[in-house]
């Protein structure tokens, strides 16, 4: 699913005329090659020229600069470990290993090649109307915060019959269930913004236990379908300490893709949902003064700057072709070039949340997540280090 994406975001380049370095997909892996997908590609990416089922065989090709790894949890740290061993530079995807421990075999293999340059794959943060909350919290304008509340909720395994698949098998998800899935994207603004949890108690649930293998029989769906994340964060900005509620579901009903923020503070307040992705809730308060929602209709305010048309409307495909400038950007002018200059008030830098996620982030999903296990084992609040 996600290598389509990328290919999809690869051809639409011409989107982006400022961009001074572009991706050439040149070669692919799947462990079977006789599939539509593999198909898919042969057919509408002319610069292919090496297709190949073992990755040791693609990573060995001196052509390949760059690697995009998208694969099931569960293989995760070998392949991001040997693409880094190879000297690729690595987009990978979340969770970035299937548990703590393979994230921290990932992060040394990072130390040892710092040469390469890595990022983990997260879209949503790339929404023109989160890239307004980020230039916000940049300048400071929420005051000192009140509560944040984010989260990524499906509705689609709300149906009993929906056959198995690796992402509901532990063995391939990992034990976070969709904590590992659907967490990490949750986390991306609030962690970039500083807000980290100190501690967290979690309510996972598993409700849908056994779904139909696909093969006419049933089996045992072992995974956490939903998970409630009440923290408390603190500030780095105003020193205050507040609630923070991280929620993701596989499991709530009526919903489709619906990742969203809402962050109330004492001078400014706003609300976003993928579910009215092109509108920004806002509200400014002066002491005193009235509190009043108001309603802010986004178009194309991209960090990247793009072809299409300001009022145009903005969609996920369009947030994958930003994250993926982000990348290049990167890639191409130095570690930092999107992300540090602009805190520092540059005004030619794409700002402090136009950077894809950092595999030191990856690591504070995986301090929560794991802390989030043991929450729900013991029913307690757990400390998150
Ligand atoms: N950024 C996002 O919005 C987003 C969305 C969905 C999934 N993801 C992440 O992307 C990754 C892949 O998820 P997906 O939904 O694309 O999964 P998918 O099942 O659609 O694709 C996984 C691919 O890996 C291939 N594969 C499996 N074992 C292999 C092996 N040994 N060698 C070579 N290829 C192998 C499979 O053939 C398949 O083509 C996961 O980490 C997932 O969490 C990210």
């Not at 900005?237 to 929620?247: E, H, K, N, Q």
């Not at 706003?270 to 009043?292: C, D, K």
Request: hydrophobic share 40%; net charge negative; glycine share 8%.
């Amino acid at each position: 699913m996600m290598g389509r994406e990328f290919a999809s975001a690869a051809a639409r380049w011409l989107h982006l005329p400022e961009m001074t370095v572009r991706p050439e997909i040149v070669a692919l892996c799947n462990r079977t090659l006789d599939t539509p997908r593999v198909q898919w590609f042969r057919r509408h990416v002319p610069t292919l020229r090496q297709v190949t089922s073992d990755y040791r065989e693609l990573l060995d090709n001196p052509a390949v600069e760059a690697v995009y790894i998208a694969v099931p949890h569960h293989l995760h740290a070998a392949f991001y470990t040997a693409a880094l061993e190879a000297g690729k530079h690595l987009m990978g995807e979340k969770p970035f290993g299937i548990d703590r421990e393979a994230n921290a075999d990932i992060l040394a293999a990072i130390l040892r090649h710092p040469d390469c340059f890595v990022r983990c794959a997260s879209q949503f943060v790339f929404f023109p109307a989160v890239q307004r909350i980020g230039k916000m919290v940049e300048a400071g304008a929420f005051g000192q915060i009140i509560e944040v509340n984010a989260g990524f909720l499906h509705g689609s395994d709300l149906n009993p019959h929906k056959p198995i698949n690796w992402k509901r098998i532990i063995e391939y998800n990992g034990a976070y269930g969709v904590l590992g899935d659907l967490g990490p994207h949750v986390c991306t603004v609030p962690f970039r913004a500083g807000w980290v949890p100190r501690n967290v108690r979690a309510v996972l649930s598993n409700i849908v236990r056994e779904r139909p293998d696909g093969r006419g029989g049933v089996v045992p769906c072992a995974t956490w379908d939903n998970a409630t994340l009440l923290c408390e964060a603190e500030d780095p900005a105003s020193g205050s300490v507040f609630p923070l509620t991280l929620r993701t579901a596989r499991i709530a009903p009526g919903q489709k893709n619906n990742w969203y923020i809402e962050i109330y503070g004492t001078r400014a307040s706003v609300r976003f949902s993928l579910n009215e992705a092109n509108t920004l809730q806002r509200l400014e308060y002066v002491p005193g003064g009235e509190a009043t929602w108001q309603t802010v209709h986004l178009g194309h305010e991209v960090a990247y700057p793009s072809i299409t048309a300001e009022i145009f409307q903005f969609g996920v495909g369009d947030a994958i072709l930003q994250m993926w400038a982000a990348f290049l950007y990167e890639l191409d002018r130095g570690e930092g070039s999107a992300t540090h200059s602009a805190a520092l008030g540059s005004p030619e830098t794409p700002g402090r949340f136009a950077g894809c996620a950092t595999p030191e982030e990856s690591v504070l999903w995986h301090q929560l997540f794991t802390a989030a296990l043991e929450s729900q084992a013991t029913g307690t609040t757990v400390v998150v280090r």
